[in-house]
């Protein structure tokens, strides 16, 4: 008995001519995939094989990772005051009490690192009894999305689809058109990313 899609054997994916339809696997993977039109699959792990994004992140993550961040109130008089008592000065500039007792430095180039090329850095503040901020554990950005709504922000954790309190999440976002959620550098750049990948493989299967 014939396959219910061998009616499309002779029909082909639009993006790929040469992909049949009557193979669903084959053009679901290339309709939901990051593969790049040079063939090659992009993500925000194998970029970092392109030597020239792994050299824009380290430069970037590094340098920005070195500097010191202050922590500022706002007094009555709308001027802000330095407070570098604060718990949360000592959490971002001197303590390594981080997931997996990482320094701060390390924790920012990561956080860095996350925006650059998830397009957004979360981390969910841990508190003492009293409230006060005393760790930071970096979450994966790609787990949620961030929204809108009535004027409000929202961020969903996209495997229960439920809303976080944004309270105790520290969100860092790239570039964005909403105000809200980063823009992922790869997805948007998967193309040249994917490009150079392809004539890196290339070469070097040439000259081998």
Known sequence: MPSVFSIFEKRANLENPSTSLANPAAWAVELFSSKSDSGVSVSEKTSLMHSAVW?????????????????????SDGNKISKKTLPAYRLLNRSTRFEGGISSFIHRQTALTWALLWGNYLAEIERDLRGAPIALNILDSSQYKGETKAGKKIIYDLRTSKPINLANVLHVPNITLDGVWGISTIANAKNSIGLG???EKFGNKFFA
Do not use: G, M
């Open 197 to 199: 990948l392809a004539t």
């Open 55 to 75: 050299n824009a992140v380290q430069i970037i993550a590094t340098t920005c990772a070195s500097l010191s961040i202050d922590i500022f109130e706002v007094n």
